[in-house]
């Protein structure tokens, strides 16, 4: 509760700031708008739909997407963690492309599929698949022996032993790869938007820019850091507190 | 029954050969080879030449385990002793599938066993119980791999937290449970596969005095209604002999049989009792003269 309160106050402090910045007309209002105008944007927003339809969209891009990197991370992730050859091969590749911020994949993703959701889907699993990936191994190879074993020794083999065994063995060493791998595929998500493809966040902030409408820019990068921070304090930290209970670790503060 | 009475001799192998047996009427164990009392019996489990060498660190080759033969009849409960070292864990890894020996053969019911297999469940040293999911879904694991319905998977395993008298804590989790129940979950979950040998690797080892003497009644129980054949490796030779038909000894590396104990005391036994502890102590004797022997041994090779 404590903390609570020092973050309203902190947040009262930053608003106001805002306010008083506006009110003293530094900047004219179409470049630094009031938070009041900024409401006001995002209220209209959502009164016209236009929000909610692009918050659907994204979404539904962002879940597609997302999915398709964690099912191809966990199977990649747990080969290259079990194999030695694959981790000395694979492994060094993954690791170099991870330098790669995702948006580069875009011209790529243009070529081969246009302006599409096809395109999009590519960029977003791209950015994402990689941490969860590397997670994936790091967790594999952190996971104590005894598990695999004991799972062989009850019968459980090959895909059994992936799915029943390993995965859910490495999960509190992966989640953190699985909570950024979702920040990542959010970030690819909202710049792939904004500069390929129709609806969409990422392409309400362009059309905000292209508008001069510096208050529904301000509005849809309100609506972005909610939405990421909702996801990550609600589903993120829903599943790590159930793992927590499951497996008796101390709740981590 | 033709019995050779011949003194034991110290070469394990060319004893097993004789089947040779001697009684000794003044304690509760003989040393002898008691199995096979039939030799037309196909014993439930077999070991054929086991051994196992490795590479070190060092990169000299190490043999842990030496062609050991051992047999193991259906229902028997066969007690493994052996001084740290000797490859004792290794052995129960072997006949488990977990891995591959360097040569030689685990049959079980005269039929050569590929790789892992449900007929040998082994309960490890540290238990390897799964801590995402509850009592009752970790002793489902073994059926639910195999694709035993939901239904009879849930009853199997119902029956055998009764067995285990953990029922009420079907829906727990493993960090909830003392030490003492974690072990009985394994049991519970080793035996709901069915297994025909059940393989212990010093299970109690880390337990309290109480609680060990309450999982040895409970073990012995379940064993007598199970009718499972058991082996348990311990570096407790009371532990042995309060629970076992038969004691194996091991010799230190490179592991094979020295001795084997048929121990004839009635059950059920109790690790006071004074007839346990006297022939802990013959055995015990048996297993210093052995350390001290492979000792003396190496001193020499080095000298």
């Not at chain 1, 392409?203 to 409408?213: A, F, I, K, V, Y």
């Not at chain 2, 014993?43 to 196992?52: F, G, V």
Request: proline share 5%.
């Amino acid at each position: 509760m404590k903390t609570l309160g020092r973050q309203a106050i902190f947040y009262a402090i930053v608003i106001g700031l805002w306010v008083l910045i506006a009110q003293l007309r530094v900047w004219p209002p179409y470049l630094f708008p009031a938070p009041k105008d900024v409401a006001e944007s995002l209220w209209a927003g959502f009164a016209d739909h236009s929000f909610w339809i692009a918050i659907g969209v994204s979404m539904k891009r962002m879940f597609l997407g997302y999915a398709i990197s964690v099912a191809i991370g966990i199977v990649l992730g747990l080969g290259v963690g079990s194999s030695r050859f694959l981790e000395e091969t694979l492994g060094g590749l993954l690791v170099s492309l991870q330098s790669l911020p995702s948006i580069c994949w875009l011209p790529m993703a243009v070529l081969w599929f246009g302006l599409s959701e096809k395109a999009i889907l590519f960029v977003v699993v791209m950015g994402s698949v990689l941490s969860v990936t590397i997670s994936m191994e790091t967790g594999r190879k952190q996971m104590p022996k005894i598990y695999s074993m004991a799972g062989r020794n009850l019968g459980a083999h090959g895909w059994k032993l992936f799915l029943y065994v390993l995965f859910p063995a490495s999960l509190p060493y992966v989640l953190t790869g699985l909570k950024q791998g979702w920040a990542f595929a959010w970030r690819s998500l909202i710049a792939g938007e904004m500069i390929s493809v129709s609806l969409g966040l990422g392409q309400l902030l362009t059309m905000g820019r292209d508008l001069n409408d510096m208050s529904q820019v301000l509005a849809v990068m309100v609506l972005i850091i909610g939405i990421g921070y909702l996801v990550d304090g609600i589903v993120f930290r829903t599943m790590e507190k159930q793992m927590q209970q499951k497996w008796g670790l101390a709740p981590a503060s | 029954m033709t019995t050779l009475r011949k003194p034991v001799v110290s070469d394990h192998r060319s004893a097993a050969r004789a089947i040779s047996g001697r009684l000794n009427p003044s304690s509760g164990f003989s040393v002898l080879h008691p199995f096979p009392a039939n030799q037309n019996e196909i014993p439930k489990l077999r070991l054929r030449e086991l051994s196992l060498s490795y590479k070190t660190n060092g990169g000299e080759r190490l043999l842990a385990l030496d062609r050991l033969d051992l047999q193991v009849r259906a229902g028997e409960f066969l007690c493994i002793v052996g001084p740290s070292g000797c490859g004792k864990s290794t052995l129960l890894h072997l006949i488990a599938g977990l891995h591959s020996p360097t040569s030689g053969t685990v049959l079980v019911d005269g039929k050569p066993t590929p790789g892992t297999g449900t007929d040998r469940i082994l309960i490890f040293q540290e238990l390897g119980l799964f801590p995402w999911l509850t009592v009752g879904q970790n002793v489902e694991f073994g059926m639910k791999m195999k694709g035993v319905p939901k239904a009879e998977r849930r009853e199997q395993a119902e029956h055998y937290l009764r067995l285990v008298h953990l029922a009420q804590f079907r829906d727990s989790y493993i960090h909830q449970l003392s030490g003492g129940m974690r072990q009985r979950v394994a049991l519970a979950r080793a035996l709901a596969s069915e297994p025909d040998v059940l393989l212990m690797d010093e299970p109690f080892a880390a337990l309290d005095a109480q609680t060990r003497d309450l999982l040895h009644d409970e073990l012995e129980r379940i064993w007598a209604e199970t009718g499972r054949t058991i082996i348990f490796v311990t570096h407790n030779v009371r532990e042995a002999v309060r629970l076992g038909d038969r004691v194996v000894l091991l010799t230190f590396r490179p592991g094979h049989i020295k001795r084997e104990f048929a121990i004839h005391l009635p059950r059920p036994r109790h690790l006071e009792h004074v007839d346990v502890a006297q022939t802990a102590r013959e055995i015990l004797g048996e297993l210093r003269d052995e350390i001290n022997k492979s000792l003396e041994n190496e001193y020499r090779v080095q000298a």
